[in-house]
């Protein structure tokens, strides 16, 4: 049956409509996975940041350990950096390994477009 609200206008199938539907799916799913991976840039460069920050509170707490006198507090500093690098390049590492998988994904989902949509962009 032939699909039109104003019933002017060209009419659509229902096959159409179905069609449309699963375009518009595909659409919202490949833009999700660019969002995610606009985030994932964002988290990037937030723990790059960090983690030059935490580098150079490391590199301090080294040196402050390494002083003639250093007390107890200065090697907790020392563990309290170690371990913050630590964990900022685990989730570097996280973000990356998910960057990745974006990557791919997206590479798949554009590799392999619908029947339909093989046909209109003139691919067998």
Known sequence: MPVNASKHGPQITDEEAAEL?????????????????????????????????????????????????????????????????QALQEDHQRLVSEREWLNAALLEFESGPSANEHQRSGHA
């Open 21 to 85: 539907g699963r375009a518009r799916e595909r659409m919202l799913a490949r833009h999700k996975l660019i969002e995610g991976m606009i985030r994932n840039n964002e988290m990037q460069l937030k723990n790059e940041s960090a983690r030059g920050g935490a580098e150079i509170e490391l590199e301090c707490a080294r040196r402050d350990v390494a002083q003639t006198g250093a007390g107890a507090a200065a090697q907790a500093e020392l563990e309290r950096a170690t371990a913050r690098l």
